[in-house]
């Protein structure tokens, strides 16, 4: 079992700058592949970033690709997303996961944390 904790959301202007975080424990946490998604009013859940156990590896959406930066500290078992120019089309419930289980499928997810861009 994982348990993931996000937190770091709220209200920002469009062009400002958020940091999100996600704090697991359980499983030794450097064993485990990390991502971020999100997901808008309506809109289906989407991949936003990941990154690999070392931290060595990360990809992200075209979507947030030169803005948004994915990191980890295994040391704190602490996965973060780093959001600069954030865009009203940003706004989402960002969830991180745990534990791959396919292509951008994850085993475990943390409960949410809401970011809202405003224009």
């Known amino acids: 079992q994982v348990q993931l904790v996000e937190s770091g959301g709220g209200l920002v202007q469009a062009g400002g700058s958020l940091r999100l975080s996600c704090a697991a424990s359980?499983?030794?946490?450097?064993?485990?592949?990390m991502g971020w998604f999100r997901q808008a009013p309506g809109k289906e859940r989407e991949f936003v970033a990941d990154?690999?156990?070392?931290?060595?590896?990360?990809s992200y959406a075209d979507s947030v690709k030169g803005r948004f930066t994915i990191s980890r500290d295994n040391a704190q078992n602490t996965v973060y997303l780093q959001m600069n120019s954030l865009k009203p089309e940003d706004t989402a419930v960002y969830f991180c996961?745990?534990?791959?289980?396919?292509?951008?499928?994850?085993?475990?997810w943390g409960q949410g944390t809401q970011v809202t861009v405003s224009s």
């Open positions: 990154i690999n156990r070392s931290g060595g590896i990360t």
């Open positions: 996961a745990a534990e791959p289980s396919g292509y951008r499928q994850y085993r475990y």
């Open positions: 359980g499983r030794r946490f450097s064993n485990t592949a």
